[in-house]
């Protein structure tokens, strides 16, 4: 049997599109035959690497250029039937939860934490960059939260972020959500139809 074609998908739960194609990814995966490997990124660390600004700070005071980006985040999420809400707290630092994600990786829990964090983010509102509140998204989710926060603080998982980061960069990601498929570069949630069309899936 051939391997299963594998896309790579870089994200951060700083970004609402990044988890609005996260949602995406989940709905078509029972449809399609791709492995997804998930990679968390620092996206603040990607951006300033790359000279790349985020959209909202680049529309300045354009009011309707900015209303409109807020808007489309919705009707997409209306579109496609995902729970969604915008963040108050927004831009948040989510260095902490990051690092959590990674920690669990080895655990076998990188996706539960996923869920947790990308919903805590953009479903129910909350400050990823408060430590009582990544800590309280892993017990609500069942997870070891004082194992994970423990084991996010080793230098190997700091140095695993900056990793992952450099890696997006290295395959010329500027922001997210930015997917990787037989070397090319899809970017942002609108692409995942020329992403599926492209490796037929």
């Given at each position: 049997m051939s391997p299963r074609p594998k896309i790579s998908?870089?994200?951060?739960?700083?970004?609402?599109?990044?988890?609005?194609a996260w949602r995406r990814l989940e709905d078509l995966a029972p449809q399609t035959a791709f492995e997804l490997e998930s990679v968390p990124i620092f996206l603040g660390g990607l951006m300033r690497a790359t000279g790349n600004k985020p959209p909202l700070e680049v529309f300045g005071d354009i009011q309707p250029k900015r209303d409109y980006f807020?808007?489309?985040?919705?009707?997409?999420a209306r579109r496609y039937g995902i729970d969604y809400a915008v963040n108050p707290h927004f831009p948040f630092l989510t260095l902490r939860a990051l690092r959590v994600r990674l920690a669990a990786e080895p655990l076998g829990l990188a996706e539960r934490c996923d869920a947790a964090f990308f919903e805590a983010a953009w479903v129910t509102g909350q400050n990823l960059a408060d430590a009582a509140v990544v800590e309280a998204c892993l017990e609500a989710a069942d997870l070891p939260a004082s194992e994970l926060?423990?084991?996010?603080?080793?230098?190997a998982i700091k140095q695993q972020l900056g990793d992952n980061t450099a890696r997006a960069q290295q395959a010329g990601a500027f922001g997210a959500p930015s997917f990787v498929f037989g070397g090319q570069l899809y970017f942002g949630k609108d692409s995942l139809p020329d992403l599926m069309w492209d490796s037929d899936l």
């Amino acid at each position: 049997m051939s391997p299963r074609p594998k896309i790579s998908f870089f994200y951060d739960y700083v970004s609402p599109n990044a988890y609005l194609a996260w949602r995406r990814l989940e709905d078509l995966a029972p449809q399609t035959a791709f492995e997804l490997e998930s990679v968390p990124i620092f996206l603040g660390g990607l951006m300033r690497a790359t000279g790349n600004k985020p959209p909202l700070e680049v529309f300045g005071d354009i009011q309707p250029k900015r209303d409109y980006f807020i808007a489309e985040m919705a009707r997409y999420a209306r579109r496609y039937g995902i729970d969604y809400a915008v963040n108050p707290h927004f831009p948040f630092l989510t260095l902490r939860a990051l690092r959590v994600r990674l920690a669990a990786e080895p655990l076998g829990l990188a996706e539960r934490c996923d869920a947790a964090f990308f919903e805590a983010a953009w479903v129910t509102g909350q400050n990823l960059a408060d430590a009582a509140v990544v800590e309280a998204c892993l017990e609500a989710a069942d997870l070891p939260a004082s194992e994970l926060l423990e084991a996010s603080r080793d230098d190997a998982i700091k140095q695993q972020l900056g990793d992952n980061t450099a890696r997006a960069q290295q395959a010329g990601a500027f922001g997210a959500p930015s997917f990787v498929f037989g070397g090319q570069l899809y970017f942002g949630k609108d692409s995942l139809p020329d992403l599926m069309w492209d490796s037929d899936l």
